[in-house]
């Protein structure tokens, strides 16, 4: 009897677990678990929330508080929420007589830039609840004519001033529901998770209001329990902040607890609410059922007979599609959630933004914008990417449930995804006369697509998490894909523990089994086989009022897998240190504060040699108007070796000078994978970056950064241009060549005896060069509805050996939203790339309610301009388009109790 994969698995993890040795170091702000590389430090911005406060421009207590603070009464004890007997109307006015019943809170710390100093305006929160709401108002003194609010789309509201709350409803102090208002009382809401930082993609279910009004503003909020996952019973305690963010005073923000900067935690710091018995615990359906109707032209290749003058191409318009689908919700308790997606409408009405992919050696990430992978997602991830939801394409059917009970979290998931077998048109093409020839000529040809056409990949995820002590946990994570000749399994556990209040510590290991296509490089053969792997993080954190340090260790075999989640780099490891000074923040100063750190990381493989080693070096000061800038140095060195571009020269005879194009077929060795008699390059580099911006009003926000870059390899990919073609010299050499044949008219490809040159390519050469990075936004708001923005991203990568370009490349992107409400805009995005001439225009009308509930109608086109041409050797004039997509999307939420 074969032994299930879930074992084999965990009998492979567990012996994994043996080899990991002293790897141990941790994550800081910045470095993402999967990367190959530290992330480049970009031009940061000022936190957009509180959860943030406590990294580079943290709260603290003040001077004679260092120590420790005592607290009041009303914020030492639980603060006990009154009963309401019956429910105020939610228009922001607070006028019934009910909200005298409220219990207010008060006496608000300036955290940020003071010092837990006394706020420059007062606030006042009330707070009630009935059997099936939770009522929360806030009211801000102000002027006026000061207030920063706008109509925003939701979850864009943090230019604006706001007020705003955690609710950490099951007191674990390790993950809280977030919600911000502006003073018009547009939401932006969210979950924070202590060690992980905030997701904004989660939208909850509530109704809110606010005025401006002579004193300053209100905001009148109520929030269903039904909507909040938590756990009922008599006594139960929930955490709570309470927060306001007022812009124009150095991005002040005031909070109703105080905060001390050398506490590394949000949540333990929190306040508490009691008193909430006698909730109407319902158990409640929802139901979102939606259709799509869309319309999608595209630029194809012409059918034969073709004319003499080439391949001219055509714009073909697909059939109008309509699609419907049903999103459901089940929640049985108040702590569990289940949601079942059949034949969902994933369709984005945004596509994902441009970015620069010359000269990528590996995945880009993107992130999850789906509603239903977005519920409960936090659940699911772990310093791993073990779960990335975007590898599930396009689900038949889906089931998803997630909970808490008790101390134990639990998260499990299944789908059919069509993905996979859902063929473009394109291939479906190639497809049909693959079959049409066998049919007809070739009875013993393979067509390969044949056997994946319209087949389902089927894939699992369980993931269970248990409490220990106070801020402590460790979990378990378990993923399946399976689909023809891909089959991969993933087990593992993770920890998380806070060792005092300035230290954590967090690991996570796993064990992965694949069925699936490996290269081997040793022999050049791309072989279908078994292949074991192993990955791990470690963590050691710790975080003081202004000091801080981490260590910080990853590494990934080179089988190892995870085709339900996200790995960027395998048969590597990669670990670093971090230390960091910030200095007390002091509003009255030209420098209101600075912050400084090194990060130095080395990355090798698994046989020991050096990939990388690099060491950053920066420093940003806080300006006043909400501005800041900075700057950071970074010596390095970069390694690179063929076997991770192909096959090594020990795996085969190859030609490494480009000799042999020239030698009779029968006599010609293949190229080598790298040019010239070395097996490796390497490179010393040093990088030099500059960054500023400022959010000093309403109207105008901009940030900027300029980065150059000496001895940065060009992989010698080419940049996918005809502008740009690979830089290096034999690459060049042989492109002379071809131009030289292909002049003479040798190079006709009815020609079995054509010249060698004519159909060669040249192998990698990878050289160093001098690259130029810089990236810059504004954003100008001329009135309280209209927004615009503008953002460029260059760069252009320039090689010692040849004086040649390896590219030069601009994305610009212009972007203008007009809010009729805040439920109603109507935005126009328009991206253009100068490396391919590529236009991009997306325009969209949208009318969002609530969550759930949904119009949308949209036109996005893709153009190039005076581009080549996809089909035959010409420069196209003036505009082609390549596609055009026409939309409307629906969907309305159905909710009922029970």
Same mark, same amino acid.
């Given at each position: ?45 000022? @936190? ?100 920063? @609010? ?7 509201? =943090? ?21 911000? =208002? ?142 419907? %689908? ?59 990417? #073990?779960? *990335? ?35 473009? #048109? ?22 390969? #697509? ?36 891909? *089959? ?85 490891? =990669?670990?670093? %240190? ?32 050096? !990939? ?74 040093? *990088? ?16 900027? /950064? ?26 060049? /050499? ?130 190039? !301009? ?33």
């Amino acid at each position: 009897m074969r032994t299930p994969r879930c074992i084999r698995a965990l009998v492979l993890l567990l012996g994994c677990t043996v080899c990991a040795n002293a790897q141990t170091p941790a994550k800081s702000n910045g470095v993402p678990a999967s990367t190959p590389a530290p992330a480049t430090n970009s031009t940061p911005a000022p @936190a957009p929330s509180p959860a943030q406060v406590k990294n580079v421009n943290a709260p603290a207590p003040s001077a004679a508080a260092k120590g420790s603070f005592v607290l009041p009464p009303e914020k030492s004890n639980p603060v006990v929420l009154p009963k309401f007997e019956q429910p105020p109307v939610i228009d922001g006015k607070l006028n019934e007589e009910v909200w005298q019943k409220a219990i207010v809170l008060k006496d608000f710390y300036q955290i940020q830039p003071g010092d837990n100093t006394p706020p420059s305006r007062p606030t006042e929160v009330l707070l009630g609840f009935d059997p099936k709401f939770i009522y929360i108002a806030f009211k801000a003194t102000d002027e006026p004519d000061k207030i920063r @609010a706008t109509v925003a789309k939701r979850d864009n509201i =943090f230019q604006d001033d706001y007020v705003g709350f955690f609710l950490d409803t099951f007191n674990d102090k390790r993950k809280a529901f977030e919600a911000f =208002f502006n003073p018009l009382g547009i939401q932006a809401d969210g979950i924070l998770t202590e060690g992980r930082g905030e997701d904004f993609s989660v939208d909850l279910l509530m109704e809110s209001k606010g005025v401006v009004h002579e004193n300053g503003f209100t905001v009148e909020i109520a929030i269903p329990f039904k909507s909040l996952r938590f756990e009922a019973g008599k006594g139960k305690l929930w955490g709570a902040h309470f927060f306001r963010r007022i812009k124009r005073f150095e991005n002040e923000l005031d909070s109703w607890m105080p905060f001390s900067r050398s506490i590394d935690s949000n949540l333990s710091q929190a306040g508490h609410l009691t008193g909430l018995e006698g909730i109407s615990v319902e158990r409640t359906i929802e139901l979102i059922p939606s259709a799509t109707v869309s319309q999608h032209s595209r630029f194809v290749g012409s059918f034969p007979p073709l004319p003499l003058a080439g391949d001219p191409g055509r714009i073909v318009n697909e059939p109008v599609g309509f699609e419907m %689908g049903l999103t459901a919700k089940f929640i049985p308790s108040s702590a569990v959630t289940v949601d079942l997606a059949i034949n969902p409408d994933f369709a984005q009405v945004e596509a994902d933004q441009l970015v620069v992919t010359a000269n990528q050696r590996f995945p880009i990430f993107f992130p999850e914008k789906r509603p239903f992978f977005l519920e409960g997602i936090e659940i699911f991830q772990t310093p791993i990417t #073990a779960v *990335h939801t975007r590898s599930i394409v396009d689900p038949d059917v889906a089931v998803k449930t997630t909970g808490k009970v008790g101390r134990n979290t639990f998260g499990v998931m299944v789908a059919s995804d069509n993905g996979p077998g859902n063929l473009s #048109a394109d291939d479906r093409g190639s497809l049909a006369s693959c079959i049409e020839r066998r049919a007809l000529l070739k009875p013993t040809e393979v067509c390969n #697509a044949e056997r994946f056409v319209d087949k389902n990949a089927y894939i699992g995820v369980l993931r269970l998490k248990r409490d220990v002590g106070k801020e402590n946990s460790i979990g378990l994570i378990g993923t399946t894909y399976n689909f023809i000749e891909k *089959h991969n399994q993933v087990l593992g556990f993770d920890g998380r523990f806070r060792l005092d209040k300035q230290t954590t510590a967090s690991f996570q290991m796993l064990g992965t089994t694949s069925r699936n296509f490996f290269f081997d490089p040793d022999d050049g053969i791309n072989r279908y086989r078994t292949g074991n792997g192993f990955g791990y993080v470690g963590s050691y954190n710790v975080s003081g009022r202004n000091w801080g340090y981490e260590f910080y260790g990853e590494g990934f075999t080179q089988d190892y897998r995870a085709d339900v989640g996200f790995v960027q780099r395998t048969n590597s490891n =990669f670990n670093y %240190g971090f230390i960091r000074y910030n200095s007390d923040p002091n509003p009255k100063k030209k420098i209101i504060s600075f912050h400084y750190h090194t990060l130095a990381h080395i990355q090798y493989n698994w046989q020991a040699q050096m !990939y990388a080693w690099e060491a950053e070096n920066l420093v940003e000061l806080q300006l006043p108007r909400n501005s800041w800038a900075g700057m950071w140095w970074e010596p390095g060195y970069e390694r690179l070796f063929d076997r991770e571009f192909g096959a090594t020269r020990e795996a085969r005879p190859c030609d490494p000078g480009g000799q042999d194009f020239h030698l009779p077929r029968d006599q010609r060795r293949p190229p080598c994978t790298f040019f010239g008699p070395g097996n490796e390059r390497a490179s010393d580099k040093q *990088h030099l970056s500059f960054f500023a911006g400022s959010n000093f009003s309403k109207k105008i926000q901009f940030n900027g /950064q300029i980065t150059k870059r000496w001895g940065h390899m060009d992989l010698d990919f080419g940049s996918g241009s005809n502008k740009y073609p690979r830089a290096s010299p034999f690459a060049l /050499q042989l492109a002379g060549e071809k131009a030289a044949a292909q002049a003479a008219g040798q190079c006709n490809p009815e020609d079995e005896n054509r010249p060698a040159v004519c159909t060669a390519v040249a192998p990698l050469d990878p050289g160093r060069g001098d690259l130029l990075q810089f990236n810059a936004n504004v954003t100008y708001q001329p009135t309280n509805e209209l927004r615009t923005s503008f953002g460029i991203n260059s760069q252009q990568l320039k090689r010692y050996d040849t004086d040649r370009y390896a590219f030069k490349i601009n994305i610009m992107t212009l972007r203008g939203t007009y809010q009729f409400t805040n439920a109603t805009f109507a935005r126009l995005i328009l991206d253009y790339n100068t490396l391919n001439s590529r236009l991009r225009s997306q325009a969209l009308f949208g009318w969002t309610p609530s969550p759930g509930t949904a119009f949308y109608a949209g036109y996005n086109d893709d153009l190039n !301009y005076d581009s080549f041409h996809p089909f035959k050797p010409e420069v196209v004039p003036g505009f082609r388009r390549n596609s055009r997509t026409i939309f409307i999307k629906f969907s309305y939420l159905i909710r009922r109790s029970f």
